[in-house]
């Protein structure tokens, strides 16, 4: 950030900003957590949410039978990309705590339907179990979810949404020991696939109105190709049969498949909707989890998507770099560099303006926290190297060293007079007059060269 204060004088203010990912930890529970369990905390967010407030992450987590506040690290990006799980860490006094936390789409979309496949058991024997990540949406949603589980099996008159495996049986992820649901609170992770061609969901019908079905697919036998194309089917007041088709894909090409569709007026909201992922070819149709929400905004989620997928982000972690390092890895500010002749104007400044020269070293090296706190000279030989000559501080071997020549020594000088902790370095590179070069009859010189010139300029 810069600003420009009234005074006219520019005032440089750098942030730096570490980030630390942490992996997920399983374990059952909603946006709640304790000290003997501080990987327990899951929570959910909205897509672009900044703080907190945009999110149900807890201000107080229990430690030790104690409320202990908890701050939160969001960046600008945390929450960018939509039905993403992401890990956010926190701090307490009592150490680090991490969060899992669900993205889901904006406020303004409201989330009709988001089930995790796999929760409410399957065709084989496997049972219902527990979603903290469902749950954490839920709350966060406000009551907006048709579905008040993470997944049920529809049951005609019984329920009024859930997977239908009446006819096309369901397997999930516990079956053939992929992962077991009971343990692992992955969204991704746990879901179904057809034993037979479909999976098939009865919905409770929705109102009319445009919706984007978001789809997410993990597959547990590596990338293999499954072409799939949803589709939903609803009765009109008629009694009148419609599909609404949803473009095909193959899961092995991105793991998450958003479309729209429209429910149109003449939907009879009274006969459930049927919510199928066919099987167009290669292997069976999977599902790891399917949300629907209010408007069309499949442009807007796959945006998102791109824009995070071109993101680099650096992870800067200060503990990597050891306690008693000094000389490297370590940031130790800004400075200043004088080489071919960069310097020599400024003297002409100082001598014709000496009170405006003082003044800009006042504001590059003064002060409690001076912008700049390093000068580095490097060593002329009097060519011209780009820019411009720095004359040489020795042009024979005998010659006594005089650095007051080199206007990078007289900078270096000024600034110490005005921040007598600024460090002050010596560039050498091949830096050596041509007298010196041919003088071979005296060992060492060059080295001589260099040594004098450092300790005279101290």
């Not at 430690?63 to 799980?85: L, M, N, Q, R």
């Amino acid at each position: 950030m810069i600003r420009k204060p009234a005074s006219g004088k520019k005032l440089i203010s750098i942030l730096t900003t570490a980030m630390l990912v942490l992996g997920m930890f399983p374990g059952p529970g909603q946006p709640s957590a304790s000290a003997a369990a501080a990987d327990n905390v899951y929570a959910a967010a909205y897509m672009g949410a900044k703080t907190a407030a945009e999110t149900n992450l807890p201000s107080s987590i229990n430690i030790g039978g104690s409320s202990t506040a908890v701050s939160w690290k969001i960046g600008e990006d945390t929450f960018a990309v939509p039905y993403e799980t992401v890990t956010v860490s926190g701090t307490t006094a009592s150490g680090p705590v991490t969060a899992s936390v669900e993205v889901i789409p904006a406020a303004d979309y409201p989330l009709a339907y988001f089930v995790d496949s796999g929760r409410g058991g399957d065709s084989v024997g496997n049972g219902p179990t527990a979603s903290p990540l469902y749950e954490a949406v839920k709350a966060l949603s406000g009551g907006s979810l048709i579905n008040q589980a993470p997944d049920q099996r529809y049951v005609s008159g019984t329920t009024d949404w859930g997977f239908d495996d009446s006819v096309q049986k369901l397997k999930n992820s516990k079956d053939g020991g992929h992962t077991d649901p009971a343990t692992d609170p992955s969204v991704w992770v746990v879901g179904v696939r057809a034993a037979n061609d479909n999976i098939v969901y009865q919905l409770k019908a929705l109102e009319a109105g445009t919706y984007t079905l978001s789809s997410g697919f993990h597959d547990w036998y590596g990338s293999r190709s499954r072409v799939i194309q949803p589709r939903i089917e609803y009765q009109d007041t008629s009694g009148g049969k419609h599909t609404l088709s949803l473009s095909q894909f193959n899961v092995n090409a991105s793991k998450i498949n958003s479309g729209e569709f429209t429910v149109p007026a003449d939907a009879d909201t009274s006969v459930p909707m049927t919510l199928t992922y066919a099987y167009i070819s290669g292997e069976k149709p999977i599902l790891s989890w399917f949300g629907i929400a209010e408007g069309g905004i499949k442009s807007l989620l796959d945006d998102a998507r791109q824009n995070a997928a071109s993101m680099v982000q650096v992870l800067l972690n200060g503990n990597d770099i050891q306690a008693d390092n000094e000389n490297g890895l370590t940031f130790k500010g800004f400075g200043v560099l004088s080489a071919n002749s960069t310097s020599a104007l400024l003297m002409d400044y100082k001598a014709e303006h000496p009170d405006k020269y003082a003044e800009m070293l006042q504001i590059l090296f003064g002060g409690e926290y001076p912008l700049m706190n390093h000068v580095k000279i490097e060593m002329g030989n009097d060519r011209n190297n780009s820019t411009g000559p720095d004359p040489a501080t020795m042009r024979t071997a005998d010659e006594k060293v005089n650095v007051k020549r080199h206007p990078g020594f007289q900078l270096a000088a000024d600034a110490k007079a005005v921040n007598p902790d600024l460090k002050v370095s010596i560039l050498r590179w091949s830096a050596r007059p041509g007298r010196i070069i041919t003088t071979k009859s005296i060992p060492g010189t060059k080295i001589r060269f260099w040594r004098l010139t450092a300790s005279t300029a101290t």
